[in-house]
């Protein structure tokens, strides 16, 4: 009766195939998790409060890449393979955009759409104008957020609805917010304005040497889903205390 580990020869030749088996599973794996990034969903978190309260600290999308078309901001790093946008497709007023920071190309900026190519665009005391009209907004309950004193801090929140429909909540957190009133902004083509929904708290395309108008090729994706989220006093990678800082309320609701 023969003995394989007696053959040292066929072990060496079993662990390098093994190895080289274990190193194309790996490849294998990695292009697909690149190739479902790329041309599919690329997960986002939330490191600030500027989407509020849309969007709360803490939370974790998915942006479909799919939505817009492709560009080199598409793919990591943002390689310079192509320009402009391959099979693009229009952005809706009032999506929640992924994009990379205009002054860098490199930085991740979640914003809402408000101005579309050749809109014009002007914030005077707080009230969002679009081509000359004032935009509806509703001021409904007050907004509490819980501050690290105990305390919670009442905002006051309104309902703005764009003309094509679509509504979504904004805070003003103060009467006379730098953003409040602004000149007026001419959209040029193949760029976009876009805006946080905490008005008092974004740094967006109302500020043009800090974010500016968004070009189309700048766009990574439309904001989704939200596939998980946790409170303050909770991390990601924290599995055991999932179950006290989870806001499972959250978890797999549309981002709109």
């Known amino acids: 009766m023969s003995d394989d580990n007696s053959n040292p020869a066929k072990n060496k030749e079993d662990f390098k195939q093994n190895f080289s088996d274990n190193i194309w599973i790996a490849v294998q794996a990695l292009l697909i998790a690149i190739l479902f990034r790329s041309l599919l969903f690329q997960p986002f978190s939330i490191p600030s409060g500027s989407m509020l309260p849309t969007l709360l600290i803490g939370d974790y999308l998915f942006v479909s890449k799919y939505s817009y078309g492709y ?5 990591p790093f943002s390689p310079p393979l192509f320009s402009d946008r391959l099979m693009g497709q229009d ?5 929640v ?14 914003k809402r759409v408000v101005g579309l190519p050749g809109d014009t665009v002007q914030v005077q005391n707080g ?14 309950e007050d907004f509490v957020s819980p501050q690290a004193d105990g305390k919670d801090l009442q905002i006051t929140q309104y309902v703005e609805t764009l003309p094509n429909g679509v509504s979504y909540r904004t805070l003003d957190l103060v009467e006379t917010g730098r953003g409040d009133n602004t000149a007026v902004f001419n959209v040029p083509q193949g760029y976009y304005f876009v805006m ?12 043009s040497r800090a974010v500016g108008f968004v070009p ?6 439309r904001a989704e889903v939200k596939f998980f989220s946790v409170n303050d006093q909770g991390v990601f990678w924290k599995v055991w205390e999932w179950p006290v800082n989870i806001r499972w309320s959250r978890i797999f609701e549309a981002v709109e």
């Open 71 to 75: 560009s080199k901001h598409s793919l």
């Open 91 to 95: 952005v809706t007023r009032g999506d």
């Open 97 to 110: 955009i992924v994009f990379k920071l205009p002054r860098d190309n490199r930085t991740d900026y979640i």
């Open 127 to 140: 009230q969002l104008y679009l081509n000359g009209s004032a935009v509806a907004r509703q001021q409904i």
């Open 196 to 207: 946080g929904d905490n008005r008092d708290n974004s740094m967006d395309s109302r500020f």
């Open 216 to 221: 189309y090729e700048n766009i990574v994706g």
